[in-house]
């Protein structure tokens, strides 16, 4: 199911946005409706003069910041809350935070990376017109019946959404990709046909068939804003997509 982010107030004001995913208490019932405060210089001088680890712990100290209440959550949002979201609802509320404080327009600059052309190339495009998936229903856990790489039958995997939290691990591991995504995998698969969590080892172990299918699995069930920008070059026609670093763009490092 598809949408968009509002571009302008919705219908219980501009600061609330309904998350793409939610949140899920401890009794496992799913909370959306987020009200985002007005940032000031205060958390720009957090942003700019405070040393952050990586662009994910950077995005978590802002949004704990700026999220001052999830409907029906009691706990406290603090840095830990904010890097237990999704992705997807961490993108959708730096896409909206981005809307109110600075507008709906994004203008970005472009290299052709066609080696006859190379030329610069303006890139525009409105944050209220990217599409944004909805989950319906969304559980706090995703089962997948996985393939074994003998023909065997399936092994049953239990694993949960990517968050900001193995966002900031991953960047902490600072691993080549194919030994990032054995580390996502361990953190993310709860449990393997009843045995437990993907241990690392185990990880390593899957085929590649079988990691390619977790990976598009996720990627078929994960809320949130797609963020791949579809463009060509205006002077060579050559194709110029590229995945919209949301991060880099609206948090960019102070050092």
Request: proline share 6%; with cysteine.
């Amino acid at each position: 199911m598809g949408a968009s982010l509002p571009s302008a107030a919705i219908e219980r004001g501009a600061r609330w946005l309904q998350l793409p995913g939610g949140v899920f208490d401890a009794v496992g019932s799913r909370h959306r409706d987020v009200w985002l405060r007005e940032l000031t210089g205060a958390d720009e001088e957090l942003l700019t003069d405070r040393v952050f680890a990586s662009g994910a712990q950077r995005a978590s100290a802002l949004l704990a910041r700026a999220i001052a209440k999830v409907e029906g959550i009691e706990a406290p949002i603090d840095e830990a809350f904010a890097a237990s979201l999704s992705i997807g609802d961490r993108d959708a509320l730096l896409l909206r935070l981005r809307q109110l404080e600075v507008g709906d327009h994004v203008h970005q600059v472009k290299r052709c990376g066609n080696p006859e052309c190379g030329r610069k190339v303006d890139v525009d495009f409105l944050i209220s017109e990217l599409e944004v998936r909805q989950a319906e229903p969304l559980a706090p856990t995703l089962t997948l019946a996985l393939p074994r790489s003998d023909g065997s039958g399936e092994v049953r995997l239990t694993l949960r959404l990517p968050t900001g939290a193995d966002q900031e691990a991953l960047a902490a591991a600072a691993l080549p990709p194919a030994q990032a995504n054995s580390l996502l995998l361990s953190r993310i698969v709860l449990d393997v046909d009843g045995r437990g969590p993907l241990s690392r080892a185990a990880a390593h172990a899957l085929t590649l068939a079988q990691r390619n299918r977790i990976a598009e699995f996720l990627a078929q069930q994960a809320p949130g804003p797609d963020l791949a920008i579809d463009v060509a070059c205006p002077y060579c026609a050559a194709p110029m997509a590229y995945d919209f670093d949301l991060v880099a763009f609206f948090l960019p490092s102070a050092r």
